[in-house]
T-cell receptor, first 112, second 114 residues
């Protein structure tokens, strides 16, 4: 079982819709969870992090964490074509050092 | 203007040659990391360093070497022992003082070995 699992997509949504990206993780001891956006040919850009159960909102982005079910999701409201990118989920590895494990990423396509 | 710089952006080498990738940060971050990204795969950790003069192997350290002589710098050498060196290499850093340990990435170096 992979430590961090994401559907590689592509996930296609129409402009203005809500895009829902999901991620599951295997280590129950994980404490911090990150979402990165990566445009084609570019490096990942941190867009959200969350470490408490529940929702965290930042503009059009909402991160949701459910530790009991071991999943974390990212909602993008009012999706724009500029949101088209690969979204990487990352989960920290417990153990006292600053290591995170990344999923393969979900490719999002926002159709105008 | 704080950030992480990597150079060069593109690098071409012949098989059998060692090559060093540069990574510099002026964010005053304690921890630095090197990842490799291949198509269809997630980021894979090569080496990481939490403090100057100390570093640990990541998941795919074979064929790579690093040094951390200064807080700002964490160069990666891809040696001739690395069997498949062609990849997108990403350097990252994190504060080391916040429990979230969020990592920030440089622009990356795309290495092609023929």
């Amino acid at each position: 079982q992979k430590e961090v699992e994401q559907n590689s997509g592509p996930l296609s949504v129409p402009e203005g819709a809500i895009a829902s990206l999901n991620c599951t993780y295997s280590d129950r001891g994980s404490q911090s969870f990150f979402w990165y956006r990566q445009y084609s040919g570019k490096s990942p850009e941190l867009i959200m992090f969350i470490y408490s159960n529940g929702d965290k909102e930042d503009g059009r982005f909402t991160a949701q964490l459910n530790k009991a079910s071991q999943y974390v999701s990212l909602l993008i409201r009012d999706s724009q074509p500029s949101d088209s990118a690969t979204y990487l989920c990352a989960v920290n590895s417990p153990g006292g050092y600053q290591k995170v494990t990344f999923g393969i990423g979900t490719k999002l396509q926002v159709i105008p | 203007d704080g950030g992480i710089t990597q150079s060069p952006k593109y690098l071409f080498r012949k098989e059998g040659q060692n090559v060093t990738l540069s990574c510099e940060q002026n964010l005053n971050h304690d921890a630095m990391y090197w990842y490799r990204q291949d198509p269809g795969q997630g980021l894979r950790l090569i080496y990481y360093s939490q403090i100057v003069n100390d570093f640990q192997k990541g998941d795919i350290a074979e064929g790579y070497s690093v040094s951390r002589e200064k807080k700002e710098s964490f160069p990666l050498t891809v040696t001739s022992a690395q069997k498949n060196p062609t990849a997108f290499y990403l350097c990252a850093s994190s504060t080391g003082t916040d429990k979230t340990y969020e990592q920030y990435f440089g622009p990356g170096t795309r290495l092609t070995v023929t």
